[in-house]
Structures are given as C-alpha cells and as structure tokens.
C-alpha cells in the first residue's frame, strides 16, 4: 500500500516512533526471540559499590520483549524492592515525544516526489525489494536509509512478537510508579535519535545494507542474543550484540556513537545520583551498555567501585 501523503507518513511513524527510539541499539543487532536454558543463578545485573558504601544496581534491558519474560528472575526483584530511586536511559512516555517525531520526520525523511529507492544502487534495491513489506509505502517510501534500517527492524520485531510495552524498561517504570519511587532519566529522545540521524550518506547506506543482510538470518541470531540475556551469561551476549560490528567494521564510527560514547555519557550522568547516603539505585539500561571492558559496569569498576555480577 502507497502512502498518499505526510499526514498518512505521520500516523505510520507515530505508531513507530517510540519503538524506533527505544530499539535503536537493536536497529543492527536485533532483540531476541526463544530463550536458551538459563541458570537460574545468573542475571543481565551487577551490583557497584563505591568505597563510601553506596550501592547502584544495573539490570541490562530488552527494549522490546515479550510476556514470556516476566516473571524476571527473583534476585532481579529483590534488587528492585532494596533500591529507592529508578535511572533509565530515557522515560518511554515522555511528553517530548510529539517534539522528536518532528524532528525524525525532518531528518528522516525525502521530500517528495523523492524516495529511498532513487538513492540506492542496484544491490541494496534487491534487498530492499524482499522486504518491501515491512516499510510503509514499500520500496518508494520517503525514509532516508537509517530510518528505513530501524523501521524494518522494529516490524520484523513486533511481527515476531516482540512489543515496546513488554519492554524490561517500561516493567519497571509501572513497579516505579505504583510505588511512588522516584526516577530519572540520563538521556533525551532527541539525543537518542541525533547519534543515527546525524549520520553520513555513506554511513547511513552501509548501515541499511548491513541491517537487510541480516535480516536473512534474524531469527538464527536472536535465539542467541536472547538465549543470552535470559541465561545471565555477557560474554555471550557481548559476543552476538557486536557481531554486526565484527562483520562490519566501517561501521566502527557508528559504534562509538550508539555504544561507547553513550557508556560514558551515561556513567557520568549517573554520578550525582550516587552522591551522599541512601539506599541503593536501580539503573535499567540497555543491555549492551552494560558488558565488555568498556561497559558501564566496568568504568565504575575502573574508579574504585567494587563490583559483582549476579
């Protein structure tokens, strides 16, 4: 089906937006799907103390999930009900949102008559054409390649039913709110969105080729990135979340911007919610954020804090 217009563009990518969002680090490696055997000693969580003696929990995140995940593992809620304030990466119901699909219509779309397939050479219009069906407006849609690269993730995702509202992110911040704990955010939809729309025509082109090549094979590499999750065991999910970029190192620059520029933006935004005594803070942030030596636990680990991974 074509679309007419922008006003009918704006209802799709409305519908999309906080699912684009939220799943932007999963937009190249892609959530998960049938959960591997878990132990059940093991979680995504780490727990920091820093030499004063307070402590911050970090449970990794699945942006979109499904009900089969809950409930989560016990020592996940027991660290939930010991914490008294809740950080996420962003609020996924922030009144700002209205504000970014301004901003991701802008930077993310063609003014027509012009469309994605007049900028693609012959090899990505193949690939794009087997999934013309999971982009509105199919292969003549107005979005710029990395709109188009998050869109069809987020639809092969919820296809495979995978939902933002199932998100581990958003589990908590309902528990947050019928307690009336406190929470707060280290980022903004705008900043989230800026690290992929900034992105160069070159960059942006290899990051759709890279995401429709693995789109083939999704459903093999999401049995193991959620098998992983679900098992508590990083170095696996380190393994399958960077495989995108093992297999693509031009996208190493992206990297930096979705990944590890962020840890430390994060990290550092952090810090002054661990200032003084209380009791312990509860991050919920995506999960690989959290694993390799440049996660968010290890610079934690890095300035003195003592660290255990559950």
């Known amino acids: 089906m074509r679309l007419t217009g922008r006003t009918q563009l704006q209802k799709k990518v409305t519908r999309l937006a906080w699912a684009a969002l939220a799943a932007l680090l ?7 799907a049938r959960p591997a055997p878990a132990r059940a000693d093991e979680a995504m969580l780490w727990r920091a103390v820093s030499p004063e003696g307070r402590e911050l929990y970090l449970l990794g995140s699945v942006h979109m999930a499904r009900t089969s995940f809950y409930p989560l593992k016990p020592v996940i ?6 914490s008294g304030t809740l950080v996420l990466e962003l609020d996924p119901e922030s009144e700002d949102i209205q504000g970014t699909l301004t ?3 802008d930077k993310g779309t063609y003014d027509p008559p012009d469309n ?23 292969v003549e849609c107005p979005f710029k390649p990395w709109l188009a690269a998050v869109t069809l993730s987020v639809t092969i995702l919820e296809r495979l039913g995978y ?17 009336g704990m406190p929470f707060v955010e280290l980022e903004t939809a705008e900043e989230q969105l800026g690290v ?4 160069s025509e070159q960059e942006s082109m290899l990051f759709l080729k890279a995401t429709l090549l693995e789109l083939k094979d999704v459903e093999t590499f999401m049995d193991e990135l959620v098998g992983a999750w679900i098992a ?53 942030i995506g999960s690989g954020h959290l694993v390799g030596s440049r996660g968010i636990p290890a610079l ?11």
Do not use: C
């Open 103 to 105: 901003i991701m219509l």
């Open 77 to 82: 809620n027991e660290a939930f009900d010991r």
């Open 196 to 199: 992929f729309a900034d992105m």
């Open 163 to 179: 939902i933002v509202k199932e998100g581990v992110d958003r589990h908590f911040l309902a528990k947050a709110r019928e307690r």
């Open 232 to 284: 508590g065991d990083e170095a696996k999910f380190e393994e399958a979340f960077f495989s995108t970029y093992v297999a693509w190192p031009d996208l190493a620059p992206l990297l930096d911007r979705v990944v590890f520029d962020r840890n430390q933006t994060m990290y550092r935004r952090l810090l002054p919610h661990l200032n003084g005594a209380g009791p312990p803070v509860f991050a919920v």
């Open 300 to 310: 934690f680990a890095g300035a003195g804090w003592r660290l255990e991974k559950f």
């Open 116 to 138: 994605l397939m007049l900028h693609l050479d012959p090899e990505l219009r193949v690939l794009l054409e087997a999934q013309a069906e999971n982009l509105p407006g199919g």
């Open 26 to 32: 999963l937009a190249a490696g892609l959530a998960a």
